[in-house]
């Protein structure tokens, strides 16, 4: 199974700074359809996950534009900048590239 | 408007079964692949499995295929999970999701315990 390591564990934030999350991948995410199916959610507390960002880069409906996901292969990012309030919670990337589909653990946005 | 609800969940003994259901609308049910998603108490996201819009293909990740079925009814525009020989590790919200889990529903938790 694909192996999904996110970093760091948790990312203390001050609302309007910048934060970044690693999601590093045991192998290629690139598909034999030349797509890259590795996407982002975040979980707010209480709440279901919801979808950010789909295929490395693109913005789900309604997503704001400080929500930017990056990345080839194996490394990708996402960057929030200027975070705000309603940002706070856990964030996960996930594969949809190899069967079985996998989650990387996790990254808890909290306040400094 | 997209709208998941899952139903079925509680409290369950060990080795029971349990079958879950997600009513969906606001979309062409049977044109999209439905999935299924769990979360223990605390913990991460762990994918259950998919199936695709007429039923032809059903895919699961490999240490719930032998304990999981999934289906769906299209006239009735609803997803189900069956679940058998249930163990305390199972205990988790159950979610549903469409697509490659594009949106989800609320989530229903199931317990398993005697």
């Known amino acids: 199974d694909v192996v999904l390591t996110q970093t760091p564990v948790a990312q203390p934030v001050t609302l309007g700074d910048q934060a970044s999350i690693s999601c590093r991948s045991s192998?290629?995410?690139?598909?034999?359809?030349?797509?890259?199916?590795l996407e982002w959610y975040l979980q707010k507390p209480g709440q279901s996950p919801q979808l950010l960002i789909y295929?490395?880069?693109n913005r789900f409906s309604g997503v704001p534009d400080r929500f930017i996901g990056s990345g080839s292969g194996s490394d990708f990012t996402l960057k929030i900048s200027r975070v705000e309030p309603e940002d706070l919670g856990v964030y996960y990337c996930?594969?949809?590239?190899?069967?079985?589909?996998?989650f990387g653990a996790g990254t808890k946005l909290e306040l400094k | 408007e997209v709208k998941l609800v899952e139903s079925g969940g509680g409290l369950v003994q060990p080795g029971r079964s349990l079958k879950l259901s997600c009513a969906a609308s606001?979309?062409?049910?049977?044109?999209?692949?439905m999935g299924w998603v769990r979360q223990a108490p605390g913990k991460g996201l762990e994918w259950i499995g998919e199936i695709n819009q007429d039923s032809s293909t059903i895919n699961y990740t490999p240490s719930l295929k032998d304990k999981f079925t999934i289906s769906r009814d299209n006239a009735q525009n609803t997803l189900y999970l069956q679940m058998s020989k249930l163990g305390s590790e199972d205990t988790a919200i159950y979610y549903c999701?469409?697509?490659?889990?594009?949106?989800w529903g609320q989530g229903v938790m199931v317990t398993v315990s005697s």
């Open positions: 192998q290629s995410l690139v598909h034999s359809n030349g797509n890259t199916y």
């Open positions: 996930f594969q949809a590239t190899h069967d079985p589909y996998t």
């Open positions: 999701a469409r697509g490659i889990l594009w949106d």
């Open positions: 606001g979309f062409s049910f049977n044109d999209y692949w």
């Open positions: 295929k490395v880069s």
